[in-house]
């Protein structure tokens, strides 16, 4: 005799449909399985509710989304994440009262500290399993006795629990919601993270949270699933509607004998979820599972995303939204990136590989040509400092067009389309900024999307290298 498991992503429905969640073929399928759990960690809320302190959008789904989870077929749900405790213990209650009247199990929050880390155990054909539900490092998280939420995957409890159970049990399913969103590219602390688990005892890792589909390897005796990706989550503008509206599910059968396992491709469209086993699930699927085999390509794809996020995203936020006026630092912002994990671990790989980079622009600040930024007062002093050191100059642009066209110095001001063309021309270029702190910030988003990586220093790093070169030149004489 044997038993099947059904593992799917995120559901999160905000709109009213007048037909099936899934096509019949779908149905069909999970109809076959004798558990089968989503995750599901989005209250059920009604907008008068007001939401806890935190940074970060709140997140609702419409009353009817319970519903139809249960004509679905699902029957266990994932709670642990992010937006569970949106708008409190409060918001929570109704969600898993609505589930519990409808008959859904489900795990991984709670009142209680450690409620909220005990595992769902399930015995089917004499086999038994325990169900886990644990998040990252969120607003709304249980890291601690007397703190309620949603269960914290790093937390020692959580290794007790495992421990505890692993030879009162057949198979124990972990299933975290971390990770960072919108990338094939799991972050090498995760993936550590859920070896950890293995080795502690746990079998199957199935993660949630980053949205889009990341690749599934084995793991000694384990299945490390990195993310799922979106089931059926209904979305406005979604960085990529196509991206974001796949997802794979992951049969399990297991019997006496050992288990099985087959990866299902879904896509989301217009309100109905079908199985679509296409060239660009298989291409970015492949890609996805490539990326945990090679170590090179790996790496060169984890430094890309972290420089890619680090420009776009978290270079802009820090120097923002860190300090509001008069000096106050903003505590949940500080929060929000430097407590939940995956923000920590991107900035921290992004930072470190920055540090490399500008020890090399400094050890070679007098071989470089520069392109300024800035021809306000800032960039007027860099260019007269730059001459009487005998630094090229390949140009000088500002944001500012109606400045295009004027001089600092001999230097005819360019708009910033033909100051990208300069730097496509000279590849060894690097970018000055004269420009304070924001402004710094805004030229490198600019440089990232326009030009990828380009290094860039400020103009009083500038001057600072330049010191201290002619100082230790005047000390070896």
Same mark, same amino acid.
């Given at each position: 005799?044997?038993?099947? /498991?059904? %593992?799917?992503?995120?559901?999160?429905?905000?709109?009213? =449909?007048?037909?099936?969640? %899934?096509?019949?073929?779908?149905?069909?399928?999970?109809?076959?399985?004798?558990?089968? *759990?989503?995750?599901?960690?989005?209250?059920?809320?009604?907008?008068?509710?007001?939401?806890? !302190?935190? /940074?970060?959008?709140?997140?609702?789904?419409?009353?009817?989304?319970?519903?139809?989870?249960?004509?679905?077929?699902?029957?266990?749900?994932?709670?642990?994440?992010?937006?569970?405790?949106?708008?409190?213990?409060?918001?929570?209650?109704?969600?898993?009262?609505?589930?519990?009247?409808?008959?859904?199990?489900?795990?991984?929050?709670? *009142?209680?500290?450690?409620?909220?880390?005990?595992?769902?155990?399930?015995?089917?054909?004499? !086999?038994?399993?325990?169900?886990?539900? /644990?998040?990252?490092?969120?607003?709304?998280?249980? =890291?601690?006795?007397?703190?309620?939420?949603?269960?914290?995957?790093?937390?020692?409890?959580?290794?007790?629990?495992?421990?505890?159970?692993?030879?009162?049990?057949?198979?124990?399913?972990?299933?975290?919601?971390? +990770?960072? &969103?919108?990338?094939?590219?799991?972050?090498?602390?995760?993936?550590?993270?859920?070896? @950890?688990?293995?080795?502690?005892?746990?079998?199957?890792?199935?993660?949630?949270?980053?949205?889009?589909?990341?690749?599934?390897?084995?793991? +000694?005796?384990?299945?490390?699933?990195? @993310?799922?990706?979106?089931?059926?989550? #209904? =979305?406005?503008?979604?960085?990529?509607?196509? #991206?974001?509206?796949?997802?794979? +599910?992951?049969?399990?059968?297991? *019997?006496?004998?050992?288990?099985?396992?087959?990866?299902?491709?879904?896509?989301?469209?217009?309100?109905? /979820?079908?199985?679509?086993?296409?060239?660009?699930? $298989?291409?970015?699927?492949?890609?996805?599972?490539?990326?945990?085999?090679?170590?090179?390509?790996?790496?060169?794809?984890?430094?890309?995303?972290?420089?890619?996020?680090?420009?776009?995203?978290?270079?802009?936020?820090?120097?923002?939204?860190?300090?509001?006026? +008069?000096?106050?630092?903003?505590?949940?912002?500080?929060?929000?990136? !430097?407590?939940?994990?995956?923000?920590?671990?991107?900035?921290?790989?992004?930072?470190?590989?920055?540090?490399?980079?500008?020890?090399?622009?400094?050890?070679?600040?007098?071989?470089?040509?520069?392109?300024?930024?800035?021809?306000?007062?800032?960039?007027?002093?860099?260019?007269?400092?730059? $001459?009487?050191?005998?630094?090229?100059?390949?140009?000088?642009?500002?944001?500012?067009?109606?400045? @295009?066209?004027?001089?600092?110095?001999?230097?005819?001001?360019?708009?910033?389309? #033909?100051?990208?063309?300069?730097?496509?021309?000279?590849?060894?270029?690097?970018?000055?900024?004269?420009?304070?702190?924001?402004?710094?910030?805004?030229?490198?988003?600019?440089?990232? #999307?326009?030009?990828? *990586?380009?290094?860039?220093? @400020?103009?009083?790093?500038?001057?600072?290298?330049?010191?201290?070169?002619?100082?230790?030149? &005047?000390?070896?004489?």
């Amino acid at each position: 005799m044997s038993f099947k /498991v059904l %593992v799917i992503g995120d559901i999160c429905i905000k709109k009213e =449909y007048d037909h099936n969640l %899934v096509e019949d073929e779908v149905l069909k399928m999970i109809k076959e399985h004798d558990i089968v *759990s989503c995750d599901f960690g989005i209250t059920i809320c009604s907008s008068a509710k007001e939401g806890v !302190i935190k /940074v970060g959008p709140y997140e609702s789904q419409i009353d009817g989304s319970v519903m139809r989870c249960k004509e679905l077929g699902v029957n266990l749900v994932r709670l642990a994440g992010n937006h569970i405790m949106d708008y409190g213990l409060e918001g929570a209650q109704e969600l898993t009262d609505k589930l519990d009247a409808l008959d859904i199990g489900w795990i991984g929050v709670s *009142s209680d500290y450690q409620e909220a880390y005990q595992p769902a155990i399930v015995c089917v054909d004499n !086999i038994k399993l325990a169900f886990f539900s /644990v998040g990252q490092m969120e607003f709304g998280c249980s =890291y601690e006795k007397g703190v309620s939420g949603f269960a914290w995957i790093n937390s020692h409890e959580l290794e007790k629990e495992i421990q505890k159970i692993r030879d009162e049990v057949d198979y124990i399913f972990v299933f975290p919601h971390a +990770g960072v &969103e919108s990338t094939p590219v799991p972050m090498p602390e995760w993936r550590n993270r859920y070896y @950890s688990l293995i080795d502690l005892g746990a079998d199957f890792i199935m993660a949630t949270h980053p949205h889009i589909i990341q690749g599934v390897e084995r793991y +000694g005796r384990g299945v490390i699933a990195y @993310s799922l990706g979106n089931f059926a989550y #209904d =979305y406005e503008n979604p960085d990529d509607i196509d #991206d974001w509206n796949r997802s794979i +599910g992951i049969s399990f059968e297991i *019997s006496s004998d050992g288990y099985s396992y087959e990866i299902i491709p879904f896509q989301y469209d217009n309100g109905t /979820v079908k199985i679509v086993n296409d060239n660009v699930f $298989r291409e970015k699927f492949e890609f996805a599972n490539k990326l945990l085999l090679n170590n090179d390509l790996y790496h060169n794809e984890l430094d890309k995303v972290c420089e890619e996020f680090w420009y776009k995203y978290y270079s802009g936020y820090y120097a923002i939204n860190t300090v509001k006026s +008069g000096g106050i630092i903003n505590s949940a912002f500080l929060f929000h990136n !430097i407590g939940i994990e995956s923000h920590d671990y991107i900035c921290r790989r992004a930072l470190r590989n920055r540090m490399y980079s500008e020890t090399d622009c400094k050890n070679n600040v007098l071989e470089e040509v520069y392109l300024l930024w800035g021809a306000g007062k800032i960039g007027h002093a860099a260019v007269k400092y730059c $001459r009487s050191k005998n630094v090229k100059i390949i140009g000088i642009t500002d944001r500012n067009e109606a400045l @295009s066209g004027e001089f600092v110095e001999e230097y005819k001001i360019i708009n910033v389309e #033909d100051a990208i063309h300069k730097l496509e021309e000279y590849p060894e270029a690097v970018v000055m900024a004269c420009a304070g702190i924001y402004l710094m910030s805004e030229i490198k988003c600019v440089l990232f #999307d326009k030009v990828g *990586s380009r290094r860039c220093i @400020s103009y009083e790093d500038f001057r600072t290298i330049i010191f201290i070169e002619e100082l230790l030149e &005047e000390l070896k004489k």
